[in-house]
């Protein structure tokens, strides 16, 4: 007797041609097969719950950024065009941060809304460029108007926060500018300008 058949339960060794002989299975038969589609169930479900887990954690991270973007509905992300910053004299510092702008225009006035974050020598050389300095604005001054704020949603005059500001007034058709500076972090002020020209 030969010892495949002393142990019945012992599997074939497979063919010269490398195929196992009828009845027998590999090991990579039916439960591989299980096994790929077990894994492809789990990505299924795990992939879109963490799209969300990390959607969430974005969202809660945005914080008051996102809330007053959402408020400030009027505001366009980016520069204003060069006509627009030269009409109405706002020379926005190169390589500001969080820029947006807002124009209206009428029959009787037209005004440019433009916020931005800055340095000390970005906002130095923004007030030399206008005709003024650091020293023409009027330590916890807000010069913007409640209702020139309301129009882009601007919290502009919160308590609690470093506000400066100062107001531009110059013969027509020069536009007269009012800027309001929020100091919260010297280094990187974050300014506020309406512009306001009479045809």
Known sequence: MTAAEQRPGAPMPPAADGRHPEGSTSGGGRPSRRWLKAVIVFLLIVIPAGYLVI?????????????????????????PTRVQRRIYDVPVPPYSKKVAFYET?????????????TDRDGLDSFLHRIGTGRSALDKGKVTITGDQAKKVGWQVGEA??????????????QPK???????????????????????
């Open 105 to 117: 225009n009428s029959w009787k006035i037209s005004s440019l809304y433009v916020q931005f974050v």
């Open 177 to 199: 500018l009012r800027i309001t500076v929020k100091f919260d972090n010297p280094a990187h002020p974050k300014v506020y300008v309406v512009s306001t020209v009479t045809p």
């Open 160 to 173: 609690g926060h470093d506000w400066a500001g100062m107001e531009l007034k110059q013969k027509d058709p």
């Open 55 to 79: 959607s969430a954690i974005q969202s809660r991270n945005g914080g008051q950024e996102k809330a007053e973007a959402a408020s400030a509905k009027g505001l366009s992300a980016g520069y």
